[in-house]
């Protein structure tokens, strides 16, 4: 639950700052929020489509086993969230400014209003695309079941949209930056999470041969089954019994994304 809440939000906040930027760029600006409502809604009814290829997707390739399907499953979501942290760290800021300066020309008039609706679309469509996958992954690990995951996307939804609100109306004294700081860790953690499951999944089919005997065991301080020790497993991937396979597929996943964010973050600004 804790994994789709933070995806979500992460994703929905994205969004909602997109969209908040445009509207403020166009404030006062007659017919504005018409294209503005319309580009949001072409984005969700985008999203929805992909969710339903994707259920159809995970029911077609379902046969292939379900160690291996989960396993391909999770290391496409851990490649897409490392992609995703690492294009943010370098093109957070520019796609901001762009935002601001598609307002600005429809605001003069150098640009038509149906431009907020493709731009507002794409923005949506995009977070939404990338929701769906990510929600796939967590899926696969997440064993609180359907309920708990569904669960988690509407609070990860309702926190989004709530912050997207206040950001936009100026109440909120936390700069976004901040905000984006800390779930950008989260969700790295979240990946090297899954890297970790990854490992496991293969090994239990067979597919690779790795030392499982755990390196330690915690499980009499704080087991994974228990409520501390899955906030801890979902939030930074905490194992009570890891093995050495496991602990390389988390740190390198971890120093992986860490590491590509700041060399794209240093090379976006000597441009």
């Known amino acids: 639950m804790l994994a789709s809440a933070v995806i979500v939000f992460r994703e929905v906040l994205e969004a909602a700052l997109i969209v908040g930027i445009v509207l403020a760029a166009t404030k006062g600006l007659a017919g504005s929020r018409r294209w503005v409502v319309t580009g949001v809604l072409a984005g969700l009814a985008g999203s929805a489509a992909i969710a339903g290829s994707a259920g159809a997707l995970s029911d077609a390739l379902s046969g292939m086993g379900q160690e291996v399907f989960n396993a391909s499953i999770l290391g496409l979501a851990v490649v897409m969230l490392g992609w995703h942290t690492v294009w943010m760290s370098s093109h957070g800021r520019e796609m901001a400014a762009e935002m601001k300066r598609v307002g600005h020309a429809v605001t003069v008039g150098s640009r038509p209003l149906s431009v907020l609706a493709v731009v507002v679309g794409v923005a949506v469509l995009r977070e939404g695309a990338e929701t769906v996958l990510f929600i796939f992954g967590v899926s696969a690990s997440d064993e609180g079941g359907k309920l708990a995951t569904v669960a988690g996307c509407a609070v990860g939804l309702g926190a989004g949209v709530t912050v997207g609100i206040l950001l936009y109306r100026g109440l909120l004294a936390i700069p976004a930056r901040h905000l984006f700081s800390v779930t950008t860790w989260l969700v790295t953690l979240l990946a090297a999470g899954m890297a970790a499951q990854v490992v496991t999944y293969l090994s239990a089919a067979g597919l690779i041969e790795i030392a ?30 890891p093995s050495a396979g496991q602990l390389m597929a988390y740190g390198a996943t971890l120093l992986g994304i860490t590491g590509l964010a700041r060399v794209a973050s240093r090379q976006h600004a000597r441009v």
Do not use: A, C, F, K
């Open 212 to 241: 499982d005997q755990p390196l330690w065991d915690t499980s009499w301080l704080l087991p994974e089954n228990s409520i501390g020790g899955r906030l801890l497993h979902t939030l930074v991937g905490y194992m009570d019994r």
